[in-house]
């Protein structure tokens, strides 16, 4: 089982709709990353939460540190926000620090 | 917002030769660069943390003699794929963290290596 799990890993929307993206993990973490990666490769950090909620835009993430979970929303989809999002986490390793990646959530979003 | 400057962004090379990969934070101060492995439709896979002055740390299963990273400066950090081989054709990526405990990570923006 993988340290950091997303669902769904594809999903299709229609423009306008409502998004959740969800990612749980499984280790003990100082930060939690969403991550946006377009189909050219480039990678965005899109937020780091270490607890509650953060909004930016269109786009809003909460983390349940309780619960190990986070959820990544996007209100009033739009065909641009096509993309890979990634779930990353910090975790702590003797003494220093890792990121452990979720597989990604390939969201497509129709006009 | 700080800018991860990636280079080059492809290559193609011969099996046999060695190819270079540059990072470069172009204003910031990145004491730690990590360098990632993608393949299609997967996720980042780290191939090791380096910090600057100091010898990076591989991840397991990744060879250190083959991909060799250097972190001499707090802008500049390299990754050398050498002896470069079919298999070692994929997306490397590089992301840059600033000094502080919880800072955003930057990704540049990745090199596409083919070898032939």
């Known amino acids: 089982k993988n340290e950091v799990e997303q669902s769904p890993q594809n999903l299709t929307a229609q423009e306008g709709e409502f998004i959740t993206i969800n990612c749980s993990y499984s280790?003990?973490?100082?930060?939690l990353h969403w991550l946006q990666q377009h189909p050219g490769g480039g990678i965005v950090s899109l937020f780091m939460l270490s607890s509650g909620k953060k909004k930016h835009g269109r786009l809003i993430a909460t983390i349940n540190i309780q619960e190990k979970h986070s959820s990544l929303h996007i209100t009033a989809s739009h065909p641009r926000d096509s993309a890979v999002y990634i779930c990353?986490?910090?975790?702590?390793?003797?003494?220093?620090?890792?990121?452990?990646f979720g597989t990604g959530t390939r969201l497509k979003v129709l006009a | 917002g700080a800018v991860v400057s990636q280079h080059p962004s492809w290559v193609i090379c011969k099996s046999g030769t060695s190819v270079k990969i540059e990072c470069r934070s172009l204003d910031f101060q990145a004491t730690t660069m990590f360098w990632y492995r993608q393949f299609p439709k997967q996720s980042l896979m780290l191939m090791a943390t380096?910090?600057?002055?100091?010898?990076?740390?591989?991840e397991q299963g990744v060879e250190k003699d083959k991909f060799l990273i250097n972190h001499a400066s707090l802008t500049l950090s390299t990754l050398t794929v050498t002896s470069a081989h079919p298999e070692d054709s994929s997306f490397y990526i590089c992301s840059g963290h600033r000094v502080g405990y919880n800072s955003p990570l930057h990704f540049g923006n990745g090199t596409r290596l083919t070898v032939t």
């Open positions: 380096s910090n600057e002055g100091s010898k990076a740390t591989y």
């Open positions: 280790v003990g973490i100082s930060a």
């Open positions: 990353a986490v910090r975790g702590r390793t003797s003494g220093t620090y890792k990121y452990i």
